[in-house]
């Protein structure tokens, strides 16, 4: 099975600082890539997704993320945080020939005025 | 927003009762997904289904059990539900495997079992 690791339960970041959440998955073969946004006591949405076309991918509210197949990871990142980045984010994968979704633990992000 | 409906929202049970959740979406998606949320494990796979009477168990399914008669409605039951299963449920559907196709969420349901 697929596991993915994401650093740090809790990052807390000022407002306008940058804004990086790590993520490394474990797989021989890159699988697809996702990082999911979660605000209180709402369900999850997808904030991007990486499938083997550009290693560098932007996706909705500034964020983008970058593949590293060396590194196996897929660290999510926003140059400037926002209060209302204010949330929780989860890294999910799934390989590329079967429809199983594996998810990180999670991280909160605290965004101090 | 995908067309994901949970119900009911929120459901407090008693142990040993069982219990259903239902979800249903309105986006034809072939795959659909029950998963549940619990502080420091993200979100683990109970079960999925990849068609109609398709179904298949994921990481967490004991003490579940799922349907699926028509395309748009997935059911999940707690068979005889323990404290352990307080949790936030969500369904989730997906489109396709080729494409990457993400999966979209419901507003999830949340569970109590005293």
């Known amino acids: 099975a697929q596991s993915v690791t994401q650093l740090g339960s809790h990052v807390s970041v000022s407002e306008g600082a940058l804004v990086l959440l790590r993520c490394n998955y474990s797989s021989s073969v890159p699988p697809y890539l996702f990082w999911y946004v979660q605000y209180p006591n709402q369900g999850l949405q997808l904030l991007l997704k990486?499938?083997?076309?550009?290693?560098l991918v932007k996706g909705i509210n500034g964020f983008e993320a970058e593949f590293k197949k060396s590194e196996t990871s897929f660290h999510l990142t926003k140059p400037s945080a926002h209060m209302s980045d204010a949330a929780e984010y989860f890294c999910a994968v799934r390989p590329y020939n079967f429809n199983k979704f594996y998810f990180g633990s999670g991280t909160k992000l605290n965004v101090k005025p | 927003d995908a067309g994901i409906t949970q119900s009911p929202r929120h459901k407090v049970t008693e142990t040993g009762t069982p219990v259903t959740l239902r979800c249903h979406q309105t986006e034809n998606h072939r795959y659909m997904y029950w998963y549940r949320q619990d502080p420091g494990h993200g979100l683990r796979l109970i079960h999925y289904?990849?068609?109609?009477?398709?179904?298949d168990k994921g990481e967490v399914s004991d003490g579940y059990s799922v349907s699926r008669s028509k395309t748009e409605d997935f059911l999940l039951t707690l068979e005889s539900a323990t404290s352990s299963q307080t949790s936030v449920y969500f369904c989730a559907i997906s489109e396709a495997t080729g494409e990457g196709s993400p999966l979209h969420f419901g507003n999830g349901t949340r569970l109590t079992v005293t």
């Open positions: 990486y499938t083997s076309a550009a290693t």
């Open positions: 289904s990849y068609g109609v009477k398709d179904t």
